[in-house]
Every structure is written in C-alpha cells, then in structure tokens.
C-alpha cells in the first residue's frame, strides 16, 4: 500500500546544532504536509507544500518539496530547547481527490544536555 | 474560536469492558479524523469521515472497534470488550475537506485498559 518513509526515528543535537529530517513517497504526492507534536502535547500544523521543487521557510525552519513531489524535508537551523518534539509529514496521493493524509513515522528531536 | 475538544481526557477500564470516547470537531468542518498513538510511537490511522460520504474504515484493527458520526459534527469511538493492546492516546483531528487542508488535532483521550 501507499507508505510515506521517514527519517531517521530519532535525532539527538546540541543546542544550536542543525537538525533534518527526510520524508519519501512511494508514490507522487498532490501535498505534503509538516507536523509538530510537542512531548505530551497533540501535532500542530506547520505548513503545506504544494509546488514541484517548492522551499518556504518559517524563521530558522526550511521545508522543502523534491522536484518529482515525492520527497520532502524539513531542516532547521541552530536548534533551539524550545524545537523539542517530534516531526511528521504527511502525504496526500496525486491519485486521490479526497484521501485521508499518508502520515510517517515521525522523528524526534532530542537536545543534548 | 474553539478548537476540537475530546472527552474524556483520560479513561482507565477493565478488560472486557466497553469504551466510547467522544470528539467535537471545528464547527463547519466536514472532515474527521481518528488515529491512535501508542507512547513513543507515530499516528495510526484508524477512521476517515468526510462530509456525507460513506466512512473510509480500512484502518480499524479489529471488529471490535466502530465511530459513528452523527448530524455531520459530533463522533463517536466505541471500542468493544477492550484489550490490554487497546492502551493508547486516541486522537481526533478535523479539518475544512480532505487531505487538502491542514488538520486540527484534539487534546487526545488516554486510556488505559488494566
């Protein structure tokens, strides 16, 4: 079945180090969309891509979406305690007018202390 | 405005027993979503209703599991003679259609199954 692959499951950083994360569709994706679960919090809606090879950036986070629209990632420059959580996205199928969104697995991001 | 809301917030039952969770979506939202996340874990799909349309279920484990969505708002989870696996944070999102709109998560019921 349809899968959205992310990587890696977990990423540990200093503060003020970068951090990534990868998303990859089997699939051709019509948007892709970016999570933000907070440790014991709900995912909060970061931004949609909907573009072929689209970049939009939010402060010191950058999205972008790959060319084929089957791959995504999320960078973010300079860590900060306050990024702590865990980040998902999550793909809508070219294909399907209406589906449900492909969500990954998620990567969490751990600062160092 | 008011967001989603979930009742209730945590829920501790025995084995066997019946459960139903509730979530009030966005007003004026037709999609609905539930999912489930074990700790530590990612979403899990489980239930999709949009608008009038027929429900996509093909994520429910098992038959035990149903929702209902009555008058287009309010749903309902039901989990039947629940197991011990059944121990999760179930979420609730909705959003203005379908996957072209963003998400609004609830606050998530914790049930715990002893």
């Known amino acids: 079945g349809q899968q959205v692959m992310q990587i890696p499951q977990y990423q540990h950083v200093q503060e003020g180090e970068d951090f990534t994360t990868y998303c990859n569709s089997s699939t051709t994706l019509s948007n892709i969309q970016w999570y933000k679960q907070r440790p014991g919090g709900h995912p909060v809606f970061l931004i949609q891509l909907v573009k072929s090879g689209e970049v939009k950036k939010q402060k010191r986070l950058t999205f972008q979406f790959g060319e084929a629209k089957k791959n995504s990632s999320l960078h973010i420059t300079a860590t900060q305690t306050t990024d702590v959580g865990t980040y998902f996205c999550?793909?809508?199928?070219?294909?399907?007018?209406?589906?449900?969104?492909?969500w990954g697995a998620g990567t969490k991001l751990i600062i160092k202390p | 405005g008011a967001g989603v809301s979930q009742s209730p917030s945590n829920k501790v039952t025995e084995k066997g027993k019946d459960v139903e969770l509730r979530c009030d979506p966005i007003?004026?939202?037709?999609?609905l979503y539930w999912y489930r996340q074990s700790l530590g874990q990612g979403l899990e799909f489980l239930i999709y209703f949009q608008g009038n349309s027929a429900p996509d279920k093909s994520g429910l484990p098992s038959d035990r599991f149903s929702a209902e969505r009555t008058g287009g708002s309010v749903s309902t989870l039901t989990i039947q003679r629940t197991q011990q696996e059944d121990s999760a944070v179930y979420l609730c999102a909705s959003s203005g259609r379908g996957g072209s709109y963003e998400q609004y998560f609830g606050p998530g019921t914790r049930l715990t199954v002893t």
């Open positions: 007003s004026g939202h037709t999609a």
């Open positions: 999550a793909g809508r199928m070219a294909r399907d007018s209406n589906y449900q969104l492909i």
